[in-house]
T-cell receptor
Framework: NAGVTQTPKFQVLKTGQSMTLQCAQD?????MSWYRQDPGMGLRLIHY???????DQGEVPNGYNVSRSTTEDFPLRLLSAAPSQTSVYFC??????????FGPGTRLTVL | GQQLNQSPQSMFIQEGEDVSMNCTSS?????WLWYKQEPGEGPVLLIA?????ELTSNGRLTAQFGITRKDSFLNISASIPSDVGIYFC????????????FGAGTQVVVTP
């Protein structure tokens, strides 16, 4: 099993550009989530999903969209990137308990 | 906003020493989790706690779920160089899956 995979590993965007961060898991986990990590702030929940077709907002959802068309994939879309979205983004998945497994992260810089 | 207070922010210790860190919350949590993150990687789960008062060990790591359900601590005994990293606590409120709140992390540096 590859576990949780994220692409790209690094990305630089200009303000106003859009892009999609990819996340996939091969563990047949129903639950997936996206976090952002900023210095000195730990991880903050952006969006999460409890199954295909079901998504909900977390603590900091503004500026981000998600969809869950399959169990395996949970992409995160930035509609119009802003410098405040410069961060490290982590995707996580779980079987249903709170023991979430994290991907390696995507480091995003918005100029 | 963030409701978890994790301390200390950083620790510089010598190899062989014990390490202790804790998290306190303004809310009652049903679950406490402790993660370790190494540079350039995602957090890895170390210990999960599900009951107030629960004390759980994983090798040299020991964590406890406070009886008030508003705090937890993590101890690392006899530290070694590979213990270097950032340790995060995380708590879950109520029955809503996925809504974990994370502490800001404790950076541990171990010197020989």
């Amino acid at each position: 099993n590859a576990g949780v995979t994220q692409t790209p590993k690094f990305q630089v965007l200009k303000t106003g550009q859009s892009m999609t961060l990819q996340c996939a898991q091969d563990m047949n986990h129903e639950y997936m989530s996206w976090y952002r990590q900023d210095p000195g702030m730990g991880l903050r929940l952006i969006h999460y999903s409890v199954g295909a077709g079901i998504t909900d907002q977390g603590e900091v959802p503004n500026g981000y969209n998600v969809s869950r068309s399959t169990t395996e994939d949970f992409p995160l879309r930035l509609l119009s990137a802003a410098p405040s979205q410069t961060s490290v983004y982590f995707c996580a998945s779980s079987t249903g308990g709170n023991e979430q497994f994290f991907g390696p992260g995507t480091r995003l810089t918005v100029l | 906003g963030q409701q978890l207070n994790q301390s200390p922010q950083s620790m510089f210790i010598q190899e062989g020493e014990d390490v202790s860190m804790n998290c306190t919350s303004s809310s009652i949590f049903n679950t406490w989790l402790w993660y370790k993150q190494e540079p350039g990687e995602g957090p890895v789960l170390l210990i999960a706690l599900y009951k107030a008062g629960e004390l759980t060990s994983n090798g040299r790591l020991t964590a406890q779920f406070g009886i008030t359900r508003k705090d937890s601590f993590l101890n690392i005994s006899a530290s070694i160089p590979s213990d270097v990293g950032i340790y995060f606590c995380a708590g879950q409120i109520g029955g809503s899956w996925g809504k974990l709140q994370f502490g800001a992390g404790t950076q541990v540096v171990v010197t020989p």
